[in-house]
């Protein structure tokens, strides 16, 4: 036996080589085999990686709540520093609706504040002197608003609203109307309550001109403006057809028994946002009421004077 200059084995048969193809091929095929995962390593790294994202969505998740309450928070404060710039040039809260010369449609509080929440423009396409279904107001039933829609509710940016029915059910289809999630506080009686519509005991009524100085309980404690999910009932920033299902609750709400109640009037306050509903107080300060406040506590809260 020799060797090459080049180092192979030359003379021997070749299950004898012990050097050259045959090892490398062992080599690599080694190689191959070591550079794998097994059954059980895999079902290991699967399992720590489940474990991994069952901690950090639901930490994701409350991240992402917690932005959007406080977007919806500043949404209200600046609700609240208009009504100031209302109150200051007009000597009164705005009311919590006014009606058209017919009498046939309504127009919500949120209408004269437009101007003071940098919505002029929008302001300037409503005719409050018209009948909401007037082809003049057409641009702003189709018009919704941002800074009235809160960011944790699941909604439509419009939606219809349909006459009221006597013996339930839903009737003929009135006019498309944008949607909104604040409304008025009206204080503890239904506004839609019969027509004309019961006195309310709130901040933003209908036919009554409160002032600040009428909430006797200081601006501090009194609820001005609170929210309202529209899988509730939808509401909106304009206002209604008379004829349409809960109008005057479209645009004020009542506190009657706690935020949030799913068995309770679709008149009351509620929200998306986890054990609570935030409202606008006289004051311009936002807080979260929890959905175990005291019921008596709560309706104090909505109304303007001691009662």
């Not at 028994?257 to 946002?273: A, I, M, Q, V, Y």
């Amino acid at each position: 036996m020799h060797q090459s200059p080049a180092g192979l084995c030359v003379g021997l048969p070749e299950s004898q080589h012990s050097c050259g193809s045959g090892r490398v091929r062992r080599q690599r095929s080694n190689s191959r085999f070591r550079s794998g995962f097994t059954v059980l390593e895999l079902l290991v790294t699967c399992g720590i990686i489940g474990t991994l994202v069952s901690l950090i969505l639901p930490a994701v998740g409350s991240a992402r709540e917690a932005a959007r309450q406080l977007q919806c928070k500043n949404q209200l404060k600046q609700i609240g520093i208009a009504i100031h710039c209302y109150h200051d040039t007009a000597g009164c809260l705005p009311a919590g609706w006014q009606f058209e010369s017919t009498q046939k449609s309504l127009y919500g509080w949120s209408v004269p504040l437009l101007p003071y929440l940098e919505q002029r423009a929008v302001y300037e396409i409503v005719d409050r002197n018209q009948i909401l279904a007037h082809p003049f107001n057409l641009s702003a039933r189709q018009t919704s608003l941002a800074g009235f829609l809160c960011p944790s509710d699941i909604f439509d940016p419009t939606f219809i609203l349909y006459e009221e029915q006597p013996a339930g059910g839903a009737g003929a289809a009135i006019m498309e109307l944008p949607t909104a999630s604040y409304v008025g506080v009206y204080g503890t009686v239904e506004a839609d309550d019969g027509m004309p519509p019961p006195p309310g005991d709130g901040a933003l009524v209908y036919a009554q001109t409160i002032r600040f100085r009428d909430l006797q309980r200081g601006l501090s404690n009194t609820a001005v403006v609170g929210e309202r999910t529209m899988a509730m009932v939808p509401s909106t920033w304009l206002g209604v057809d008379l004829a349409g299902e809960d109008a005057a609750c479209r645009v004020t709400g009542s506190s009657m028994t706690s935020p949030n109640c799913k068995l309770c009037d679709e008149c009351e306050f509620s929200s998306r946002h986890p054990g609570g509903t935030s409202f606008l107080f006289g004051d311009g300060h936002v807080r979260f009421i929890s959905v175990s406040i005291d019921t008596k506590t709560f309706q104090q809260l909505a109304r303007r004077s001691d009662q």
